[in-house]
């Protein structure tokens, strides 16, 4: 009695340390009081809303995005890991539940001599057996957590694949018709340059100019040739990257889009730094991960204490089976287990687990840092394209400009070929350049939806993204 007292009286020690859990640790970095590069006009944007891909006005970009998120591989694993997640979720979740099984057994026994007897019979058992371990220290109750944070967590890397999906079709896009629109510059750019080699040549036969200008400019004509098949054979590429994207052949994709021109430059609010700690799915999976760590250390330190197991067996029994039923049977056992010699096998789970949830600690602080940096370089590509865009315009008016006096005064004499080929490169690099920094706005808009999180809110699903 006096050693099953001081038992009973060990309990609250055993209690006492299975309920001891980690520290918890200060997660937060702080998040500064405004963006580095945010201008003035930037609060007077909209919000990011889900479907942001809608806001730059084109319904193809639309149809493509939708097709990319139902169709992508990528997306499609995502979805597999959050059913495996939750399938490992309801495993673990069963330790907290008792286990009954059932059981029918027919034996027949003979050929034995006990006291020159020989034993032979038969006998029949049907019944169930129920299994149950006191979660004393609550090591199932932490896996079951554990695995219920790390179904959170595949749920976040599922809307991050979806909003990293989307922008990679909407930038693939943009890539797309930007070089078909400098590949139409370089076939204009290629027509001009033919013009002028017939007015070079009718010049030639008038004896006007010499063999030398006609081979300056068929040169031109032939690296203005070159530019244009290379800008075909990028603008194919970006089409067969952008079709990966949808899954689906190259062969089976149409664009109709051949100009940035039309698109919407949408203005977007950045809103405050804090804000984007509650608007990114992979934040949301970091901080879902760390709470899984969590609950690992506690069911390994849980795991290091002793466990208390309870059996329970009720059935029938007999030497036939039209009377099994006339004979019942019941068993009730409690086993106590505790770890004693085990090489240091717990203490290095419990510390494996604390060093995971240090490592998953540093990933998640750094993934706020990333965060905050995605949105201050977007910003600054923003509003650095802005600033060029209007000197930009000036140089190409003053190109077309250029051009158009050098071959009225080369046609008159008063000028030399040189200077219409250094006009009509000057031209062609400018509107070249032109749809460069559109393309450049255009995929920062789509950097900084990202970088804000696409108009994830938890819970939403792949509606946002």
């Known amino acids: 009695m006096r050693n099953r007292t001081r038992r009973f009286a060990l309990l609250p020690l055993f209690a006492l340390c299975a309920c001891t859990t980690p520290a918890p640790n200060d997660t937060a970095l702080p998040a500064p009081a405004a963006w580095r590069y945010a201008a003035a006009t930037d609060a007077l944007g909209e919000p990011v809303r889900p479907g942001w891909w809608t806001a730059f006005g084109s319904r193809e970009l639309d149809s493509l995005v939708q097709q990319a998120r139902a169709n992508s591989f990528d997306v499609a694993a995502a979805v597999a890991r959050v059913k495996q997640a939750q399938a490992s979720a309801k495993i673990a979740g069963a ?4 286990n009954v099984n059932g059981f029918a057994d027919a034996t027949r026994q003979g050929g034995l001599l006990v006291n020159d007897s020989e034993l032979e019979g038969t006998s029949f058992d049907l019944g169930l057996v129920a299994s149950y371990e006191l979660d004393f220290w609550g090591r199932n109750r932490a896996l079951r957590d554990a695995a219920l944070a790390n179904v959170d967590a595949s749920r976040f890397d599922r809307d991050t694949v979806a909003l990293t999906v989307s922008a990679d079709t909407a930038n693939t896009w943009l890539q797309t018709v930007a070089l078909r629109q400098r590949a139409a510059i370089a076939r204009q750019n290629l027509d001009t340059a033919t013009q002028i080699l017939k007015t070079v040549e009718s010049r030639l036969r008038a004896g006007a100019v010499t063999l030398l200008d006609v081979a300056q400019q068929r040169a031109a004509v032939a690296a203005q040739r070159r530019a244009l098949e290379a800008s075909v054979e990028q603008a194919n590429d970006s089409l067969a990257t952008l079709a990966v994207l949808l899954g689906q052949p190259a062969s089976r994709l149409q664009i ?13 609010a950045a809103g405050v730094p804090s804000d984007v700690l509650v608007q990114r799915p992979d934040l949301a999976r970091a901080e879902a991960q760390l709470t899984a760590a969590d609950a690992n250390i506690a ?12 059996t329970a067996t009720a059935g029938f029994g ?61 910003l600054n590509a923003i509003h650095g394209v802005d600033a060029q865009v209007a000197a930009q ?14 071959q009225s005064r080369y046609q008159a004499g008063a000028e030399t070929l040189t200077t219409v080929l250094d006009a009509q490169q000057t031209l062609f690099a400018a509107e070249d350049e032109g749809v460069q920094l559109r393309l450049a706005r255009l995929q920062g808009a789509v950097s900084l939806y990202r970088a804000l999180g696409g ?3 938890r819970g939403a699903g792949q509606s946002a993204g």
């Open 318 to 378: 007999s030497e036939r089976i039209h009377t099994i039923f006339d004979n019942s049977l019941y068993s009730v056992a409690a086993g106590l287990s505790a770890p004693i010699f085990n090489a240091g096998s717990l203490a290095a789970g419990r510390d494996l687990a604390i060093a995971q949830q240090e490592e998953l600690l540093a990933a998640y602080r750094a993934a706020i840092v990333s965060a905050f940096g995605d949105v201050d370089r977007s």
């Open 256 to 268: 109709a889009t051949t100009s940035l021109d039309a698109l919407h430059v949408p203005d977007i």
């Open 455 to 457: 108009g994830w809110t």
């Open 95 to 98: 330790a907290l539940l008792p």
């Open 393 to 406: 315009d000036e140089e190409r008016d003053e190109a077309r400009r250029a051009l158009r006096l050098a």
């Open 299 to 310: 069911a390994a330190r849980a795991a290091m204490l002793p466990s208390l197991t309870l």
